[in-house]
């Protein structure tokens, strides 16, 4: 028996091996069984099977629920002054190293609770939601001890339910190095490897570990023992690399297993070829690039060229990207990094379940995944790389319940 069947709507299935652009079935049928895609093809080849409700779409284009899969969502106050500074000349690096940056949102963090963590956090991912996202990925990384850490992560769980969304979490304790260990900075790193990791992993609050691997944050050496650390604690790794400089974090990241490396606007030949072999993923954050105006793109065709997977992400977070549009990302990732709309889409679904380690159950429409939809009111799938700031998204479904249709009357 199927829970729901829906008609009248066209399918971007987005699968890896389909032949038509973005595995597309026109006029499709999708059946929805205990939160899963149970049955899914051409509407004229769709048995006869009993159904508690069908539903009709008016044309629409399903996707999968796009996928945010690089965010720092949990966080206290803004930066909007330090922003002012920089349009007035000062460089991201120069507010960093001057102790504002990370250390500012960690300080406004650590004096906010949990709840009002959640609370601010569950508003942008609810703005996430409405722009067709179903899984996000939350860091934490404004804490840098392991109360607050842990604080935040906590407080990312309560946005799953609050934003009606699937949370994904990553420890990124290797954010900044925090005040109090200015003078030590050794000593936080064990502390991070000794205590902190074993504690978040022990107490599952997290999937994955992640590091920001730059001059003013942690050097390879240091992120190899504390991603070391994390891999020891049954952690995925993530890394933060090659942001504003080479720091050959990709093939670091690499050796590792990482799951991913972000960012990689400076990747060198050497960690495309390092990426290619482990099967890393990229996950480019074209807000980030626009934000603090760099203007050193990612090596896209080359990213191509060795076969590497493309994700692409809001990077959602106060200092370089105060953008919670999931849309937004996609657009840029076309007009600022050439990304056709058809890898920028796969880059929010496919290839960010695959930067999660969730292939297995979302980012494509595939019988057996999760009935994790996005229902658009658009006439081809480019258009959700095309428009800006409209109302595309018709309905949603997380595991199998829809939003409610949006009424237009
Ligand atoms: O992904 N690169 C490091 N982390 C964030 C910035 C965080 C911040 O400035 O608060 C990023 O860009
Ligand atoms: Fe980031």
Known sequence: MWNILLLDCHAATMTETAKAPYGAIH???????????????????????????????????????????????????????????????????????????????????RASSEDQLAQSAANRARTMAAHGATTIEIKSGYGLDLPNEMKILRAAAQVGPLANVHVTRTFLGAHAIPPEFRDDRQAYVSLLCDKMIPAIAQANLAEACDAFCETFAFTPQEARRILGAAKVHGLHVKLHAEQMSNQGGAELAAELGALSADHL??????????????????????????????????????????GIPIAVATDCNPGTSPIASPLLALNMACTLFQLTPEEALAGMTRQAAKALGLQGSIGTLETGKFADLAIWNISEPAELAYWLGADLLRDRYLHGRSDGPKSHD
């Open 27 to 109: 006029d499709a049928a999708i059946a929805i069984e205990n939160g899963r895609i149970a049955w899914l093809g051409a509407a004229k080849e769709c048995p006869e099977v009993a159904t508690r409700e069908t539903r009709h779409l008016d044309g629409a284009w399903v996707t999968p629920g796009l996928i945010d899969c690089h965010t720092h969502l949990v966080f206290g106050g803004e930066r909007v002054r330090e922003w002012a500074m920089r349009q007035a000349g000062a460089s991201y690096q120069q507010i960093a190293e001057a102790g504002g940056g990370i250390l500012s949102t960690v300080r406004a963090t």
């Open 265 to 306: 606007e400076h990747l060198s030949a050497g960690g495309i070829a390092a990426m290619a072999k482990s099967g890393t993923v990229a996950v480019l954050l074209p807000c980030a690039y626009y934000f603090v105006r760099e203007t050193t793109k990612p090596p896209v065709d080359e990213l191509r060229r060795a």
